[in-house]
């Protein structure tokens, strides 16, 4: 489960971050991901929810905010939002070419997941 372990990953990050910073609670996690880690929100909020019982996060709120994927074309140069296409079941998914020319692109972000801010009560 892809979003099980991701939320492994924050909470943990998390609770070292709030024992840092000599946290008593921990009221709010902002977190940032990119659309092309295709991680489920509710699942990974749902998880967050669960990982973090008992511990210093318990009850704090899990934001998540999901970025849209940046390309650059190798070949013209141009840049921007990364291209979307719907498939018979109606599951977007990326275009992995350039839209103005059809070249090969390389992808800038959307791949990230990291905790952007913390609220915490010292
Ligand atoms: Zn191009």
Known sequence: MHEFSTAQGIVETAIHYAKKN???KVKKVFLEIGEL???NVEQLKF???ILSKDT?????EL????KSATYKCMKCGAS???G?????DHFSIPVFHCPKCGG???ILSGRQCFIKNMEIEV
């Open 104 to 106: 090969e692109i390389e």
């Open 37 to 39: 880690t295709f991680l």
């Open 80 to 82: 921007g939002k990364l």
């Open 63 to 66: 934001v998540v905010e999901v």
């Open 22 to 24: 000599k946290a008593k």
């Open 56 to 60: 210093i996060l318990d009850n704090s």
């Open 84 to 88: 979307k296409i719907e498939n018979e």
């Open 47 to 49: 998880s967050y929810d």
